[in-house]
């Protein structure tokens, strides 16, 4: 009889023990977490962001959940919104370290898709603040560093032939060689064609060109190789000369 009794009481204790903690299992985002990341995976992104929604809205200390919910809004196009999630997380004391790169990341690739590559740089200067160690965020400063140079000549000539701003960027356009006295605006540009062993072979000569466009910069800072920034700019000119290079 008494077998009986504590047989009876052990199995109520497991059906309330299951029952509550079902209860709590439910009351958790992180069921909905993991069908947001399984519809990434399927490629389903209006149902991630739906989940993903819905994980947040249970359990507000799902730091990736955001993240993640703010890189498909920047998918979509709503850059902005995009920036006001990933913003809203860089104030959290709770934050670890890890946490805190992945957000600051989140932040660069928001910038550079809206090519404001001042904010990216300062985002990325955060990221080394908290891991000086970071290879992949010093070699993503280096890059916009090096690619702006010639990215910044053209604007600028661009913008001293159209509309500057100041006297002062017509000035940097004649101080650059851009305005010749009598030669105008124009500049000559060379184009080699190299060898399979990256020789130069053939000199392609475009006479009084100048750049009448410049594209946008866009980069994914997520990318693990190293991706150069690129951008097209456009010419026109009045005639081409093809040469051999002299060997």
């Not at 010093?138 to 701003?165: A, K, Q, S």
């Amino acid at each position: 009889m008494i077998v009986l009794i504590i047989l009876v009481v052990a199995l109520i204790a497991c059906v309330l023990f299951l029952y509550f903690y079902r209860k709590r299992e439910k009351a958790t985002g992180h069921t909905p977490y993991i069908e947001a990341l399984i519809a990434l995976l399927e490629n389903k992104e209006t149902l991630a962001m739906k989940k993903f929604k819905e994980a947040v809205s249970i359990d507000s200390d799902l730091v990736d959940a955001y993240v993640r919910l703010g890189d498909l809004y920047r998918k979509k196009g709503d850059v902005e919104r995009a920036i006001q999630i990933h913003q809203s997380l860089t104030v959290r004391p709770t934050l670890n370290k890890y946490e805190e790169k992945k957000v600051y990341l989140a932040l660069v690739n928001d910038m550079l898709e809206t090519t404001r590559l001042n904010k990216a740089t300062s985002f990325l200067k955060e990221i080394i603040k908290i891991d000086k160690k970071d290879k992949h965020a010093r070699e993503l400063i280096l890059e916009i560093y090096e690619d702006m140079g010639n990215y910044r000549e053209l604007h600028t000539w661009m913008r001293g032939l159209g509309f500057p701003e100041s006297f002062q960027e017509h000035a940097d356009l004649v101080e650059a060689g851009r305005l010749d006295q009598g030669e105008g605006p124009f500049s000559d540009v060379s184009l080699f064609i190299l060898t399979n062993l990256s020789n130069p072979n053939i000199e392609i000569t475009f006479r009084d060109a100048f750049p009448i466009s410049l594209s946008e910069l866009r980069f994914d800072a997520t990318m693990e190789d190293i991706v150069y920034l690129n951008c097209t700019a456009t010419f026109r000119y009045t005639l081409f000369d093809v040469s051999l290079v002299p060997k």
